[in-house]
């Protein structure tokens, strides 16, 4: 396999689309994909943990507003050179997928240049990288800016609780419960561990802050789209207080509403033979075997 492994990305000669994130090094086209979109995302992803804060205090939403333009954008870590930072990514990636074949390394590198979504699902590692060492993530909240909740007494650790570790819009899908009730929720956990909760949120709000421009969603509604996540993220865990609802509560058909209610019902009546032939193929004695 190491015989077969490039030496730069630009060997593997990807096609890349001008709104692609940029692979093979800084061109003008750089700045935009790799400071342009992620930065902003994790700022405003970040406010959304920000609400918790404010709503525990009893604070208005226009304060939360307030709090968004004043300061905690400013006070976040500065972006590394962008020729520094393209190029950085070009050797983390690489560095990271090592062991990996040519072939199989310019299939997915090909898949991850389609746009900004399909770059953020295949670097995880960097946002870990990002927001853990590099100092992007705001972890202790006591130090929030404006509020005392030091009589909490928080530790390092007291924000630790099993995470997916992964979590974007793509990770989420429908899948049978233990009734065989179709419900609707995360579907992806090979990337579960133990760290802070906040690490979820942030790489779920960035995906929707991507997803968002991506689909022609302007600024101000992409915000406005996360600051409603943060708000029901809080109001959620709210209602979860003192009692069992977080175990039992589930995302079913009778549950949803408008297009997740017809995506449910469509997935009550979906087979596995498509399933079946992406997976498996039939031998030529009649028998079916994994691909």
Not at 12 to 33: F, H, K, N, Y
Not at 151 to 180: C, M, P, V, Y
Request: with cysteine.
């Amino acid at each position: 396999m190491l015989g077969h492994f490039p030496t730069d990305i630009s060997k593997l000669q990807v096609p890349l689309q001008p709104t692609s994130i940029e692979l093979r090094g800084p061109p003008p086209s750089c700045t935009r994909a790799c400071s342009g979109l992620l930065m902003p995302a994790v700022s405003m992803a970040i406010l959304c943990v920000l609400a918790a804060v404010v709503h525990a205090k009893g604070l208005s939403d226009a304060y939360f507003d307030a709090l968004a333009l004043t300061g905690t954008l400013a006070a976040l870590p500065a972006l590394p050179p962008v020729r520094s930072r393209c190029g950085w990514i070009e050797k983390t990636m690489m560095d990271h997928n090592r062991n990996e074949s040519y072939s199989f390394l310019k299939k997915k590198f090909t898949l991850q240049a389609t746009d900004a979504n399909m770059f953020y699902r295949g670097v995880a590692f960097i946002f870990w990288h990002d927001m853990v060492r590099g100092g992007w993530g705001m972890f202790n909240l006591s130090a929030v800016a404006g509020h005392d909740i030091s009589e909490l007494r928080l530790s390092d650790t007291s924000t630790w609780t099993w995470i997916t570790g992964d979590q974007h819009l793509s990770n989420f899908g429908a899948w049978k419960n233990r009734h065989g009730d179709i419900v609707f929720g995360v579907n992806d956990f090979d990337e579960a561990t133990i760290h802070d909760f906040q690490m979820d949120i942030w790489r779920l709000a960035t995906s929707m802050y991507d997803h968002g421009l991506t689909n022609g969603i302007g600024e101000p509604q992409v915000q406005e789209i996360l600051r409603s996540f943060g708000r029901k993220y809080v109001d959620t865990l709210a209602q979860y207080v003192g009692n069992e609802r977080a175990l039992l509560y589930e995302m079913t058909e009778s549950e949803a509403t408008g297009q997740l209610k017809a995506f449910l019902q469509r997935a009550a009546v979906r087979t596995n033979i498509k399933q079946l032939k992406k997976f498996t193929e039939m031998g030529p004695n009649g028998t079916r075997s994994f691909i």
